[in-house]
């Protein structure tokens, strides 16, 4: 049926099998356009989200698949920069899972804010102080960079290769590739280091607050560090998951253990300087701002445990593991190696938006909590079948693994 | 120069692109965020000239003097009056936001008939002219032995007068006022004085030891102006106010109390018996003076009943520890001059015999008719001759009422409807209510008048009966009356058929206080005093009061009445006294049982209609609790098996509510709060008016006394 | 954001922050016209037969990239560096210049039949790497034509469209399509030169053509010895080409390919089974 | 252009505790002033709009040994860092040099709500609805004020209206400066215990800079350093220490389980 659109040399599941799988998610995906229509229209008030949590699950979803999308800008960077040609086997599903984690906390943001119309005001009246503004700029460039990556992705489909004009401007684009990489590269570099600017400029939030390095927070440089750790692994997992659900070999065990290695080594030094940072707030920081830090995690559910998780068995553990070349070479441990740091990752971007706005600032708050409504769930729930559907369809139709033929003939 | 049609395009293209560096383009784009702002969705301001007005706040009978800004004549905002002098200045939140009662979503447009399922009510409309004569009807064709009865809410007034002079027509006529704690209080001091008719104020302003017990004296039991001047005598150098407030509820005066006596639910007789006890032990020169001489009519038996409230059995039963109820005795005893007051909160009165004790105590402290302790009032003059008698609710024999005529509901509802129902005649019985809303007691009604809402109409304001002064001011008109609304007066009128016009009414009752003579009239605009002897007639006082000024009684000091009996006339009070010795257990959470004590704002929104706007204090805020609130100390609501935050269902012998539960460590255990009061959550809706509540037939009860209840998580 | 704007600052930071966006901007605009000036070059300058052969080579699996002297036995193991093009390649030359490379090897003149695994692939003419042969005729001109693998693919032809004659073809360019009920078979051409003539179905050849000047440079075709190690990795090719994952459909074998696949192996897509073989991109 | 007054104020307040009885009076008046609607039906004390909000806190103690204190809350003006200002990405919160007031311009504001985690006083409301009074409410409304759009952060600005009218008051009488009894925030002047006092912390004759300056005033947070233009006073110790959560002791009830 759409056999003519499938890449030359490569097994696809039959049409029926695809929409089997495709349509329900396509469901998700109504649903949440219906949630997230539902914000647009009637307003923020159908979020549980408050004047106290004003920012809920959707600032904690972009911040997450945002670091989980920062394997597209270092995979670029590295193989385009760097020359880590043994990365070229990936590059395309990084540049697709990019483009997924990007436009969706772009989409998400759009209904995150109250006056969507007004968006383009960033542009036309910044506040250059502001880390959201660098997070704007960044997100907006970055996007068209991304969108540019993934064309000639796109231009491979067997049936616009046809084409000769989309042929030669394919090749040209890539020829350029290195160029957008290194924008991208630069542009991440600043976004990811502002989305953690975001929390650690809040002066008012001693939680969050950190001194300043240069002109930035040291979150700034945090953020960096565990998106680039955190990418790498969550191109491993993906990879490794669409290799279980497609049934078959699309990289080379070499690969993921070289996305293994780059992931445990960045999260050594992330855990290294996360440390040192976390000393210094609970000794210096917090205690000078009239904050003891001890108090942050008296409540039940936030107690210090959260942060022993996130720096032990989220930190430590993975980073251990992804060093030690054995783990590296048996997958089922790389993967749950790899699995750790992405929920270290999102344990981090957690504790950053959600833990930083139930803790109390005034003596005499309230902890707050706060669940997220329907409306909420189901927007995130659409982001998800967003990413699944424009991921299954990018596999389907367009050549995301160069080493699945080659993989696939020499297993025969 | 050849103009060509190419170079017009090229011109025309290149003044595109300049423009595009200029900034008129992204002017323009900018401004589109205005047009967000000036969507036809967004309300608009109104225009018109701004113009300051004065009037009286008429929502309760504290009758704050307001300034009302306006904007085309329509009052926009209100303040105090600050320039007055009389001691007014301030503005409770209610008073504030009274001009937004017009455009109240309750209001009654016409004349309604009601009609009430299990839990719902619903309005038909019907001609004002059609009332009256059903109205009129029921008056004529009632059934013998059937009477006439008026419930005002708000007696004083000279409404009120015109309704008495009504019924004293009538056989049988009731009039009938709320079974309050002024009334009980005014009858306990008769009782022990051996004088009728006696009306007391409270000189809180000279004070140095003030007992309250569960008078809210923070929150609305008088007017704000009063509370500020209470708040500047706790600063007073030389002789500060140490205020003492015994309630087993945590209130707003409970947290602003110098001393908070917590005392067990249903212990408010027996601390002030132990406390009389305690006065008459150490200051046997008090007791000599007031108790020794026989000043009682069985001085055994005070003295008997005394010694069961030794300061040991009153500590087990309030809770409260023998050295502090000594040095409560003793401040009492000793600051000078000290003060007893009970009763007050709008959550309902406390019970007569508590009553009896306290007057008795203030006799014995010598409080009476001295400075700083409780005066006499000069009442205001009535127009009206021959009137009906003033009854309570409890004093009309059951079934005998076949015409009800309910007012004054709109600003408070201290009768509750359950205290009505047995009254009203089983052959068939029509009740009217005058009010701009629909209310509790309306919502019960037959027929509903709608008379017209707050600053509709030129109101009479009598006064904070509080206070040791008495006033009289008119709430001016400030907004348009609304097409359908009927005063009361054209009911009387139409069931009298006279024709008596409310203005010319009040103006002879300005008359008569012309007359006395004395006081002053005061101002708001500017503030300035004026006695009442420069005023040549009534009409010119009327000129004053309508543009914003008071008349204000000098106050009156008179020397305690010589033959009293601290026992008062009250039969068997010492046996009733005696019986408070032993306490009831205190409902300790266990089972999830509690003692429900109902609070409620004492100010005018103790129960009546309220702003849209308040929800800024009952919703968005935790200011003020709603009825959607339980509260509870961690313990107890551990002990019930609830937690903060939890949904919970409390329920009494006589309904159930839906709660949430909300903790607090400051409360006592073993007793649950829960607010009574006007609540914007229900306000209109179904469950506004749903069948039963927890609090049905308590309200006459003591609301110290609460009522066991049971919680559970819904 | 631009000076005239209401809010704008002349601040350090601010003009930084916005110089910085703004050639993050430019770049990528200009990077992206500059991909977009060089599609047009390239078409403008008929490059697109080029880089379609490029990508077409690097999309083969480098296992499919054997260079024509591992074919003849010249050495164990080599893959192809020059996208199969001889003609300027180094290495080829050093080989023929070392004298001994099979590559030399002069076509036989006769029309031998020559059975190879079931297939007619005659060695009087060269082969080229997407299944046409070029067959120098006695009267100096050039026929080409498609070989019996690539007909055996095509199976039934309904049609053809051949450049007219006058037309100039190149080598490794398009060449003809071949349209059949299963789709169009997209066909290189083996050689420049120009074309005196089109073939038709019916016969042998498909082009007759005219050698540039300078003579017909046939030195990155297959011959003589590469042919048999050539057809049969070509086997192999197609074996995985109409089975990617090594089910069915596929040949029987050791099995002689059937006269018409098409027809045979009921297969959706021949389109990329032709696309893959013939070498499109 | 921004005009550039000579006469540079720093506006501030003061509130004494103890005489707040939390009667709601200020909050009422400001929303009046403000245009600010009544709340939805389903509102919560966490999405209302109450730019100047009445808080309970406690010592920490359990019945019977505990105190409370009302606190109001209303945007502390901060003078420096002001941190909803710094995080705004579009200038939407500007503090006027010439007053030091903190304003926010709802037309411009994108509603991401950035300012509202960055205000650790949660002095700043989010429209979660679109406003709306019932029918015929708004000729009740201050014709001063216009009223915000759904989709918007506002919050306390000193009642920046009034400085206006005082000001247009001020030219037309020819005065360069105004007269302070014209420029009164609404709470201020409906407080019926006058426990709130509002001028130029600048003017050392002013009566809010001698307060501020007493030994009974404190500044809630005052050690993040954002040196806020709003004080408190109280002559209880431990009210006192509620200003920052290192002196403040440990509150039980918030610490569950």
């Known amino acids: 049926m759409d056999e003519r659109f499938i890449p030359r040399g490569v097994q696809r599941a039959p049409f029926w099998r695809f929409m089997a799988w495709i349509i329900p998610w396509f469901g998700v995906l109504l649903w949440g356009l219906y949630g997230a229509s539902l914000c647009l229209y009637e307003g923020l008030n159908q979020t549980n989200m408050d004047n106290r949590f004003a920012f809920g699950l959707w600032i904690y979803l972009d911040l997450t698949v945002i670091a989980f999308g920062a394997g597209a800008f270092f995979t670029g960077f590295l193989l385009y920069i760097m020359k880590r040609r043994e990365l070229q086997p990936v590059i395309n599903t990084a540049v697709v899972l990019g483009l997924i984690c990007y436009s969706s906390a772009i989409m998400v943001l759009m209904v995150d804010v109250g006056q969507p119309l007004r968006a383009w005001f960033t542009f036309w009246h910044p506040n250059t102080h502001s880390m959201l503004t660098e997070v704007t700029f960044c997100l907006t460039c970055y996007i068209v960079v991304l969108i540019i990556e993934y064309a000639p992705l796109v231009l491979k489909n067997r049936q616009f290769r046809n084409i000769p004009r989309f042929l030669v401007f394919e090749f040209e684009l890539h020829k350029l590739m290195p160029v957008f990489a290194a924008i991208g590269a630069f542009l991440s570099f600043f976004h990811q280091g502002s989305l953690g600017g975001l929390y650690g400029v809040l002066r008012g939030r001693p939680f969050a607050f950190r001194e300043e390095l240069g002109i930035w927070p040291t979150t700034f440089f945090l953020f960096v560090l565990s998106a680039m750790a955190a990418g790498p692994s969550f191109v491993l997992v993906i990879t490794r998951l669409v290799e279980r659900l497609s049934a078959k070999r699309l990289v080379r065990q070499n690969v993921f253990a070289t996305l293994g290695k780059i992931s445990g080594m960045l999260l050594t030094i992330y855990l290294g300087l996360k440390s040192v940072d976390t000393l210094v707030w609970i000794n210096g920081t917090s205690p000078s701002a009239g904050f003891p830090a001890f108090e942050y995690y008296q409540r039940a559910s936030f107690g210090t445990w959260i942060l022993f998780a996130e720096i032990v068995p989220f930190g430590l553990v993975p980073a251990l593991m992804l060093l030690n070349a054995k783990v590296r070479n048996h997958t089922p441990l790389l993967v749950t190696a790899a699995l750790l740091v992405l929920a270290g990752v999102t344990l981090n971007r957690f504790v950053l938006t959600i833990q930083t706005l139930s803790l109390p600032t005034l003596t005499f708050d309230p902890f707050l909590t706060y669940v997220p409504s329907w409306q909420e769930v189901a927007t995130f729930a659409a982001v998800i079948a967003y990413g699944v559907l424009l991921y299954s369809i990018s596999f389907r139709y367009l050549p995301l693994f160069p080493q699945e033929r080659e993989i696939a003939r020499i297993e025969r | 120069m050849q103009v060509t049609r190419r170079g017009l395009l090229k011109f025309a293209g290149a003044s595109a692109a300049g423009i595009l560096f200029s900034p008129l383009p992204w002017k323009l784009l900018d401004d589109i965020a205005i047009w967000t702002q000036t969507g036809p969705w967004i309300p608009k301001v109104p225009r018109g000239p701004l113009t300051t007005a004065f009037s009286t706040c008429a929502l309760c009978p504290g009758g704050c003097a307001v300034e009302a800004r306006c904007a085309g004549g329509i009052p926009y905002a209100m303040r105090a009056a600050v320039r007055h002098t009389a001691g007014r200045g301030a503005l409770c939140p209610v008073g504030m936001t009274g001009h937004h009662l017009a455009y109240h979503p309750l209001r009654l447009s016409g004349a309604s008939v009601i009609r009430r399922t299990s839990d719902q009510v619903e309005t038909d409309s ?24 008026v419930i005002d809410q708000r007696p004083g007034r000279t409404l009120s007068g015109q309704f008495r002079a009504f019924l004293a027509q009538q056989s049988p006529g009731y009039y009938i006022v709320p079974d309050d704690d002024r009334l009980r209080m005014h009858e306990a001091f008769s009782n022990a004085c051996g004088k009728d008719g006696l009306s007391l104020g409270f000189d809180i302003e000279r004070t140095a030891t003030l007992l309250t017990i569960g ?131 709008a959550a309902g009165p406390i019970d007569r015999d508590t009553h009896q004790a306290v007057a008795a105590l203030n006799i014995l402290l010598g409080s009476y008719g001295t400075p700083g302790g409780l005066l006499h009032r000069d009442e205001l003059p009535m127009p009206a001759t021959k009137m009906a008698a003033i009854s309570t609710i409890g004093d009309v024999p059951d079934g005998s009422i076949s015409l009800l005529i309910i007012d004054g509901e709109e600003m408070t509802c201290s009768t509750c409807w359950e205290s009505i129902e047995s009254k009203l005649s089983p052959d068939g019985h029509l009740v009217v209510s005058t009010s701009p809303f629909l209310t509790q007691l309306s919502a019960h009604a037959d027929i509903v008048l709608p008379s017209p809402a707050p600053y509709e109409t030129a ?180 002990r019930c098996g609830v937690d903060d935050g939890d949904q919970a269902v ?57 009522v066991t209840a049971i919680v559970r998580r819904a | 954001m631009l000076p005239w704007v209401y809010e704008f600052r002349w601040e350090p930071t601010h003009i930084i922050f916005l110089g910085v966006f703004f050639s993050v901007l430019t770049l990528i605009l200009i990077t992206l016209a500059r991909a ?113 693998l690539g007909r055996r693919m095509v199976g039934k032809i309904e049609a053809v469209e051949l450049p007219g004659p006058g037309e100039r073809v190149t080598a490794n360019g398009h060449g003809w399509t071949i349209i059949s009920n299963k789709g ?98 | 252009m921004r005009t550039v007054t000579t006469a540079r104020s720093r506006y501030g307040m003061v509130i004494d505790l103890d005489r707040c009885t939390g009667c709601g009076s200020c909050t009422v008046a400001c929303s009046v002033e403000n245009n600010i609607p009544p ?111 759904r989709g918007v952060v506002e919050k306390c600005n000193f009642c920046q209206s009034r400085l206006h009218t005082a000001r247009e008051r001020a030219a037309s009488t020819g005065r360069t400066a105004i007269d302070p009894a014209d420029y009164v925030p609404a709470c201020v002047e409906a407080c019926p215990q006058r426990a709130i006092t509002f001028g130029d912390l600048d003017d050392s004759d002013s009566f809010v800079a001698a307060l501020a300056a007493g030994d009974r005033a404190f500044r809630f947070l005052s050690r993040i350093g954002t040196e806020p233009k709003v004080w408190y006073l109280s002559s209880r110790e431990w009210v006192r220490n509620l200003s920052d959560r290192v002196v403040a002791r440990t509150r039980k009830e918030n610490v569950r389980g």
């Open chain 4, 39 to 149: 709340g939805t039906e389903n509102v919560t004390e966490r999405t209302g709009i109450t730019w100047m909000r009445v808080y309970e806190a406690d010592d920490g103690k359990s019945f019977p040994d505990t105190h409370s204190v009302f606190v109001p809350i209303m945007c502390q003006q901060c003078g420096n860092e002001t941190p909803c200002m710094s995080v705004c990405p579009q200038n939407a919160v500007e503090v006027d040099p010439a007053t030091g007031i903190v304003g926010q311009i709802p037309e411009r504001c994108l509603g991401c709500r950035y300012c509202m985690a960055a205000c650790p006083y949660h002095a700043r409301y989010f429209n979660w609805w679109d406003p709306k009074w019932p029918a015929g409410m708004e000729a009740a409304m201050n014709p001063d004020v216009a009223p915000r759009m």
């Open chain 2, 650 to 706: 409390v329920q009494t012998e006589s309904g159930s509510r839906h709660v949430t539960i909300r903790f607090s460590a400051s409360l006592m255990p073993g007793v649950a709060q829960l607010s009574i009061g006007p609540d914007p959550n229900v306000s209109g809706k179904k469950s506004e008016f749903a069948g039963s509540d927890v609090f049905r037939n308590t309200l006459s009860r003591s609301p110290m006394a609460g």
């Open chain 2, 215 to 345: 008078t809210p004296v923070f929150d609305g039991w008088t007017r704000p102006a009063r509370t500020a001047a209470l708040l500047d005598r706790r600063h007073d150098a030389r002789n500060p106010l140490k205020l003492i407030h015994a309630d087993p509820r945590r209130t707003r005066t409970s947290v602003l109390a110098d001393q908070w006596l917590p005392i067990a639910p249903g212990s408010e007789t027996a601390l002030v018996l132990g406390l009389t006890n305690i006065v008459m032990r150490d200051h046997p020169s008090l007791a000599a003076r007031y108790v020794a001489d026989l000043h009682t009519s069985d001085r055994r038996g005070m003295l008997d009943v005394l010694s069961l409230f030794t300061p040991g059995i009153v500590a087990k039963r309030t809770g409260i520890p023998v050295d502090t109820l000594e040095k409560v005795g003793s401040a009492l005893a000793h600051r000078k001059p000290s003060m007893v007051i009970a009763g007050g909160d």
């Open chain 3, 184 to 281: 169009r078979a997209r066909l290189r051409s083996p050689i420049d030169g120009n074309v005196i003539a089109a073939g038709s179905e019916s016969e042998e050849w498909f082009l007759r053509v005219a050698p540039v000047e300078g003579g017909p440079d046939m030195s990155h075709l297959l011959r003589g010895p590469e042919v048999k190690p050539w057809v049969m990795r070509e086997l192999e090719r197609l074996q995985f080409a109409l089975s990617p994952d090594g089910g069915s459909p596929a040949l029987a074998d050791g099995g002689v390919p059937v006269r018409s696949m098409p027809d045979a192996i009921p297969m959706k897509d021949w389109e990329g089974v032709w696309e893959e073989m013939f070498l499109q991109a």
């Open chain 2, 459 to 638: 109101a009479e304001v009598v006064g904070d009966p509080t206070d040791t002064v008495v006033s009289l001011s008119i709430s001016t008109p400030l907004l348009p009356r609304k097409q359908g609304s009927v005063e009361p007066i054209e009911l009387l009128n139409h069931l009298s058929g006279e024709s008596v016009a409310m203005q010319e009414l009040l103006k002879q009752r300005i008359a008569l206080v012309h007359a006395r003579g004395r006081g002053m009239i005061a101002g708001y605009q500017d503030g300035s005093g004026h006695r009442l002897s420069e005023f040549a007639s009534a009409d010119e006082i009327w000129s004053a009061f309508i543009e914003g000024a008071v008349w204000t009684s000098p106050p009156l000091h008179e020397t305690p009445a010589h033959s009293y009996t601290l026992l008062g006339h009250s039969p068997n009070i010492v046996d009733r006294w005696a019986a408070r010795a032993e306490g009831e257990p205190n409902g300790n959470g266990a089972d999830g049982q509690v003692i429900l004590l109902p609070t409620a704002s004492s100010d005018a929104a103790s129960c009546g209609r309220i702003s849209p706007l308040m929800t800024k204090i009952y919703q968005e805020s935790e200011v003020r609790p709603t009825r959607a609130h339980l509260v509870l100390h961690p313990d107890t609501g551990r």
């Open chain 2, 126 to 149: 019907l001609s004002t002219q059609e009332a009256f004569d059903r109205i009129l009807g029921a008056l004529n064709t009632r059934p013998l032995a059937t009477g006439v009865a």
């Open chain 3, 36 to 148: 977009g000036a060089r599609t047009v070059r390239d078409i403008r300058s008929h490059l697109d037969d080029n880089i379609s052969w490029t990508l077409a080579f690097e999309e083969l699996a480098s296992s499919s990239r054997v260079c024509r002297h591992e074919l003849n036995g010249d050495i164990q193991h080599r893959t192809c560096t020059n996208e199969f093009d001889c003609r300027s390649c180094e290495a080829h030359r050093a080989f023929l210049v070392s004298g001994r490379s099979a590559s030399a090897a002069v076509i036989q003149r006769s029309p031998t039949s020559s059975g190879m695994f079931g297939l007619h692939v005659p060695l009087d003419r060269y082969y080229h790497r997407g299944h046409t042969w070029v067959k120098p005729e006695a009267d100096g001109t050039i026929t080409v034509g498609l070989d019996d």
